[in-house]
Structure formats: C-alpha cells, structure tokens
C-alpha cells in the first residue's frame, strides 16, 4: 500500500473518533467494544497488517519531520488504568527513530512538583521542533484524578481564596490557552482519550492477578479506583466538552479491543503529519557545489 493510499485510509479511520468541538460531545456516544466495520475474527489480521504498513510510513513521515525542523508535535494519552495507553505507544511509535520521540511518564508529583503551578512539570518535557513527544499521563490529570479526589487539591499550597467554586472552569481555560500558545508556536498537539469499559477493565485486572508475568503490573489501588467509576466519566465527559478545539482536538479511541485502538492511534498521528506539508529541506546552489567539490575529493583518493 503506498504512502498515499495509507494515508488517505488513516484519515477515514481516525474521522469518527476525532473530536474538535466539544459542546455537544457525549461519551456515551462512543462505544468502547466499537471495531466500525471491523470483526476481530476477520480483519484482526488485517489490521495488523494495515498497522505494520502503518508504522513504515509513520516513520517515514517523522523522518521528514526531523529533517525540516519547523514543527513539534506533542501527543498526549490519557485513561483510566489497564486502558492500554503503554501498548499504543508501544507498537504505533515502535518504527520511530528514538533520536526524535521522547515518551514521559507523570506519576503522582513530587514535593518539588507541587512547589511550582500544575503545568510546570509538564512544560519542562515539551518536544523540541523536528520531535515528536509523548506524555503517558499529563497535566489533564488535574482536571481528572484531582477532581475525583479533592484531598490532592489540597495538598497543592494554593492560597484558600484561588480555590472556589470555579477553580475546574479556570483550569479548563488555562489549559485551553497553553495549548493554542503551543499552537501558535508550532507545536501541534494531538490528544487521545482511551475509552475502555469497566467490564473489559476487570477481565484486564484479572488477568494480570492471575498471570505470574503480569503481576507486577497491578496495585491494589487499581481495584479501589473503580470505586469511583462513575465520576471519572463525568470528569473525562467534561474535561473533553472543555478542551476539545480545533487546533488541540480529541481522539476518543475505543479500546475494549487493543488491535483496534492501536489502528485508530496510529493513523490519528499519520493523519496528522501528513497534514503539516512536510518535506526534506532543499539546498541552495552554495551547498549543490560544496557536495560536488567534496564528492570530487573523495573519488580522486
């Protein structure tokens, strides 16, 4: 399949999970077990073959971005736990070239975290022109976890009188405005929201309990986190409504079915590459003749 026809097959597939205006933005208007024509038996193969093709011409895609060092294009994955955001990142950026993607990771922040505003840590990890990143987590968390558990809030040092009725609302626009700050400055950013449901979550749960291999993939506080199920959709729902816009869109990504979450992922970032008219840079006539002198050197030895 050439680049092209790749190309235009990530625009179809990634279409129907793309969200760029929130306002009307339902979660329960994307099912979590939805494959759209695909059924596991049948084009399970299929898939992954489109996702193999898929990863060569990402590559080749980052490797242009790379070389024309204008853009950086920031990718973020959020989810509630065993959604399976390690293995998309896994498998979709698996033919990038390491010296142009960073992946980081946020866990809880640091003593030295909660000393400076909600962005900072995240702001110190953006990706130079000509990268991709990759934040596993990110300063959404503060609008999700924090919001479900008011005790991190507090834990934050704000000022009592910073901290009202519409801290959420002030939040959402913060965010709204440093991602059309990064925008502006040629850092595109891409965000996906991995949408499993809480039944395939338990039979993941379960499965890492009872694999030996797979142990020390659980905590505890997985199983207690399901507890609050229900406000982690409101807040993901809303956090999507809020924050979803033309320039930083959501792709909501089913991923009851992993092969297909990492199809849909993979051609989210094909589709956006491609759309930033990349290509290698030209070289002036200065450099065509510092080329042919230096080839002439090197055949004369």
Not at 117 to 134: Q, S, T, V
Request: with cysteine; proline share 4%.
């Amino acid at each position: 399949m050439k680049t092209k026809k790749i190309i235009k097959t990530a625009r179809e597939l990634a279409k129907p999970f793309r969200v760029s205006k929130g306002k009307n933005f339902r979660l329960k208007d994307i099912d979590p077990d939805d494959t759209l024509e695909f059924t596991e038996k049948a084009d399970k193969p299929r898939a992954k073959e489109t996702l193999a093709m898929g990863v060569t011409a990402l590559a080749e895609l980052q490797d242009k971005l790379y070389a024309q060092d204008k853009w950086a294009v920031l990718l973020i994955f959020q989810a509630m736990d065993a959604a399976g955001k390690d293995g998309a990142i896994k498998h979709v950026m698996s033919g990038v070239n390491p010296q142009g993607c960073q992946v980081y990771s946020f866990k809880s922040p640091s003593a030295e975290d909660l000393d400076h505003d909600y962005l900072w840590r995240c702001m110190k990890h953006l990706p130079n022109r000509g990268h991709i990143g990759i934040f596993n987590r990110s300063y959404y968390e503060q609008v999700l976890v924090v919001r479900v558990h008011p005790d991190f809030l507090a834990k934050q040092k704000l000022p009592p009188k910073l901290v009202g009725k519409k801290i959420w609302e002030h939040r959402f626009e913060d965010i709204r405005n440093f991602e059309q700050y990064l925008a502006r400055n040629s850092i595109v950013v891409r965000k996906f929201f991995l949408h499993i449901s809480k039944k395939e979550q338990k039979q993941r749960f379960l499965d890492r309990i009872d694999d030996p291999l797979k142990n020390w993939k659980f905590s505890s506080n997985d199983a207690n986190e399901r507890d609050f199920w229900d406000d982690y959709m409101e807040a993901y729902e809303e956090m999507i409504q809020e924050t979803a816009t033309k320039d930083a869109p959501w792709y909501v990504v089913p991923a009851d079915n992993k092969w297909f979450t990492r199809v849909v992922v993979a051609a989210a970032v094909i589709e956006t590459l491609a759309s930033l008219d990349l290509a290698y840079p030209k070289v002036d006539e200065g450099k065509l003749k510092e080329l042919a002198a230096a080839k002439k050197k090197l055949l004369s030895k």
